[in-house]
């Protein structure tokens, strides 16, 4: 709002015109369809879960590695085959916030650079979306084991 | 385009059929449904060969069962080690560790001539519904349940 106050008449002028003709987001409808489709990624999550417990010596401690990694795995198959990108057109943070989202930054940058060669384009490139989020999680990771080990030593 | 969608389709199919080929199952009914449904097995007495006598394990059960927070209980007994799994009801799940600890000790105070291995979780429950129909069907041995019951015993240790 204060912003605004230091805007010339002809900005405001504009500002208003603006206004009329923006489209108002769907939020609801958005929440919505993220709703659907991240319940329906971690439904299949919990099949996949299900699954190695089922006919592979998996716990239910342990299953969630190679669920996570079969997830991934899924995720990057159907970028490249195009569909995911429908899915997050339609789902939006639905599709992004489980771990599926990270095989599709993944790939995605990779088929984006590929046209500038495998390693200046794709390897340069593939981690240019996930690579924070790597980097995010194994500080954050070591940061926990840190204050964990010091309370350990601490308390005995 | 249409060709291409087919073609995409196809692909898909063909990588689905190669992740569930080879999973045909021959478990019996109740370790078909047990990750889902309540199938409430019976107790398993593996050893001593002598004794037939499951009262006391069905005791047990009863034990994990009024409890408010657990619903299915599977039990198996070698000598004198109790192996004990059961299922804990959706909204309590927060609190597996809590409920663990306080059944063991529960347990172990009303039977202290065994000592017990107690889990909730899935795989052991599983694992405990299909020996008892493997030694039910005579599919297995005592000796390989004996091997089969110290396995699932170290299952509940597996952190990788």
Known sequence: ????????????????????????????????????????????????????????????QTAGNPTVATLIFISMLLTGFGIYDHLGQFGGAGSAVPVTGF???????????RSEGYVLGVGGNIFKLAGSVIVFGVFSAFVVALIKTLIGMIGG | MMKQFRK?????????????????????????????????????????????????????????????????????????????????KH?????????EKELTKKLEKNYPHYTFSVSSDYKIFLEIVRLGEKLESKKMDRKKAEKRFGEIKTLKDELT
């Open chain 1, 103 to 113: 095989g599709n930054a993944v790939i995605s940058a990779a088929i984006e650079h």
């Open chain 2, 91 to 99: 909204s309590q799940r927060f609190q597996m560790k809590k409920i």
């Open chain 2, 8 to 88: 995409r389709w196809f692909w898909i199919a063909f990588f689905s059929v190669l992740l569930l080929a080879g999973c045909s199952s021959q478990d019996g009914q109740q370790s078909r449904t047990a990750l889902f449904k309540k199938v409430d097995p019976a107790p398993i007495l593996i050893s001593p060969k002598s004794s037939k006598d499951t009262g006391e394990l069905n005791d047990i059960k009863k034990t994990v069962v009024t409890d408010d927070s657990t619903y299915d209980v599977a039990v198996a007994r070698k000598d004198k080690e109790v192996l004990v799994s059961y299922k804990v």
């Open chain 1, 1 to 60: 709002m204060a912003k605004k106050k230091n805007l010339n008449p002809d900005q405001q002028k504009y500002q208003q015109l603006q206004k009329k003709h923006e489209l108002k987001r769907p939020v609801l409808m958005n929440c919505i369809r993220a709703f659907w489709v991240g319940g329906l990624i971690c439904l299949i999550g919990q099949a996949i879960t299900y699954f190695y417990i089922y006919f592979f010596n998996f716990t239910e």
